[in-house]
T-cell receptor, first 114, second 111 residues
């Protein structure tokens, strides 16, 4: 089944404790992206990647890191999480760079930073 | 001003009703337009793309007005299962090829 797999589904952590949220897609998509969703603000892009070893900042990259060593994986890293990073996170992928292609989302990660 | 604006609702309608949502966008060079559906705390799923000529998919009709920079979604004969949040999404093929999401409009269909 074609899908974007994101883990964990729920995560509670404390301020300053490094964490990684994994994202993997099995559709050979070139484009992958991370979003956070907060009430009233919609989804905002954190980072995106056009292809392996190519990553770039989205609208809200501060406090986050990503890597794209393999085409299928695009982990989101929080080196020193803070409470303002408490949010619902989604990984997404699409076949190529063009915005008119369908975007496939992972099932989301609810992160709480205490 | 937000780049993509939607009325957050909620829109409370009875089963069988027709309901319409509008969405405005600020970037006149935007090139791609979509409606996504999102159930509570779950991932957004593509409902339909929106084309300049307008398009229909069963009970759902989407229209784009480039001159006024808004898109609309019409749902006819509402079902209980249509209850969800509807996200307006606009794309611009610049260097980042980013999509901009509206905050969503919540629809609640009551028996």
């Amino acid at each position: 089944e074609a899908q974007v797999t994101q883990n964990p589904r729920y995560l509670i952590t404390v301020t300053g404790k490094k964490l990684t949220v994994t994202c993997s897609q099995n559709m050979n998509h070139e484009y992958m992206s991370w979003y956070r969703q907060d009430p009233g603000l919609g989804l905002r892009q954190i980072y995106y990647s056009m292809n392996v070893e190519v990553t770039d900042k989205g609208d809200v990259p501060e406090g986050y890191k990503v890597s794209r060593k393999e085409k299928r994986n695009f982990p989101l890293i929080l080196e020193s999480p803070s409470p303002n990073q408490t949010s619902l996170y989604f990984c997404a992928s699409r076949l190529g760079a063009a915005t008119n292609e369908k975007l496939f989302f992972g099932s989301g990660t609810q992160l709480s930073v205490l | 001003r937000k780049e993509v604006e939607q009325d957050p609702g909620p829109f409370n309608v009875p089963e069988g009703a027709t309901v319409a949502f509008n969405c405005t966008y600020s970037n006149s060079a935007s090139q791609s337009f979509f409606w996504y559906r999102q159930d509570c705390r779950k991932e957004p799923k593509l409902l339909m793309s929106v084309y300049s000529s307008g398009n229909e998919d069963g009970r759902f009709t989407a229209q784009l007005n480039r001159a006024s920079q808004y898109i609309s979604l019409l749902i006819r004969d509402s079902k209980l299962s249509d209850s969800a949040t509807y996200l307006c999404v606009v794309g611009f093929n610049n260097a980042g090829n980013m999509l901009t999401f509206g905050g969503g409009t919540r629809l609640m269909v009551k028996p």
